[in-house]
């Protein structure tokens, strides 16, 4: 195989790929800040471990995985959405109804783009070439 030949070369990471994984970063490191203020809180250390094994698989191209996290990434929306309906009857004026606007509204974005990005055709492409080697049209 001769990286002359632009069909040899490997395919880089799509950009969506990149931003699904920088917001699992993101969403991790306000699960670190959760943390340092409660450092017993059990549910944020498995969001963190969860976290890390999704980008580790994403990163190394695992197609089931893509799969799955497109399946969570789906019920994430609908969570997000009632977060953002908790948040409506918390009212605006209340600190706590302010703070689950933004968790709301980070979830359903995070998510509703991580569920789009996953499905799209250079994302497959790449991660079934990661998974199974070079794929042929």
Do not use: C, H
């Amino acid at each position: 195989m001769s990286f002359d030949d632009p069909s040899a070369r490997p395919l880089s990471m799509p950009t969506k790929l990149k931003v699904v994984i920088a917001s699992y970063v993101v969403s991790m490191a306000i699960d670190g800040w959760m943390l340092s203020l409660d450092t017993s809180a059990t549910r944020v250390w498995v969001r963190l471990a969860i976290g890390a094994l999704v980008i580790a698989f994403l990163v190394r191209g695992s197609d089931s995985v893509r799969g799955i996290v497109r399946a969570f990434a789906a019920l994430g929306v609908v969570f997000g959405v009632v977060i953002l309906l908790q948040a409506l009857a918390l009212g605006m004026s209340s600190t706590a109804g302010m703070i689950a606007l933004g968790a709301g509204s980070f979830a359903v974005g995070m998510n509703a783009f991580t569920f789009w990005a996953l499905g799209q055709d250079d994302v497959q492409t790449w991660m079934a070439t990661r998974t199974f080697g070079r794929v042929e049209d």
